[in-house]
């Protein structure tokens, strides 16, 4: 499957939402990004605040990209995996990662709808937006704002998710682009990064 973003556009930034699940699923998607992917990612993953470092260092085993949890107005730069901090919704301006302490959505903090919808108003139809195994609805509404700006969302084979209710609310909010497995997604983000030019 060949997807392109619209109007030939160059991706600025991939966003990637997964709960319950959602640990093993990232690291099986990101191990098989290729060592010169380029393109930022963003990820909230939700979990218990005391999971904090346990969580990067286990997501990081096997990835061959540097994976990081963000700090305030962090710059976005090629070739980095961005993990939201427990607790902390994270936010997309141009070129650049912000933390709020604003109240939960949906019951979650960080929220996935958050940094989609936030993504989706700097990047537009530059954005790729993945959803990933959960228990709840959080990311449908931000998968259609994505939609809506022109950007792309794929989406986990809900058959193939810990749990399939996450991916199917994205599937029934918004048109999404496509619905994979996670070793068809990560094949999809690899050939995305082929086109770029950071």
Not at 45 to 70: C, I, K, N, T, Y
Not at 150 to 173: D, F
């Amino acid at each position: 499957m060949a997807l392109r973003l619209t109007s030939g556009s160059q991706p600025a930034l991939i966003v990637i939402g997964a709960s319950l699940g959602g640990l093993m699923a990232l690291r099986e998607l990101l191990q098989q990004l290729r060592p010169d992917f380029s393109i930022p990612i963003a990820i909230v993953q939700h979990r218990h605040r005391d999971l904090q470092q346990q969580l990067v260092a286990s997501m990081q085993q096997g990835v061959r990209l540097l994976l990081r949890e963000v700090e305030d107005k962090d710059e976005l730069r090629p070739g980095q995996i961005y993990l939201a901090p427990a607790d902390y919704h994270l936010l997309v301006e141009a070129d650049c990662l912000l933390l709020s302490i604003d109240p939960p959505v949906s019951y979650a903090r960080p929220s996935i709808d958050v940094l989609f919808e936030s993504a989706a108003d700097a990047y537009g139809e530059r954005l790729i937006g993945v959803i990933l195994t959960g228990a709840n609805q959080d990311g449908a509404i931000g998968a259609a704002a994505i939609k809506a700006k022109g950007g792309l969302v794929l989406v986990q084979e809900p058959a193939t998710a810990e749990s399939a209710v996450m991916p199917a609310a994205a599937i029934a909010q918004t048109c999404v682009d496509a619905v994979l497995s996670l070793s068809a997604l990560a094949a999809q983000l690899n050939e995305f990064c082929e086109v770029c030019e950071f």
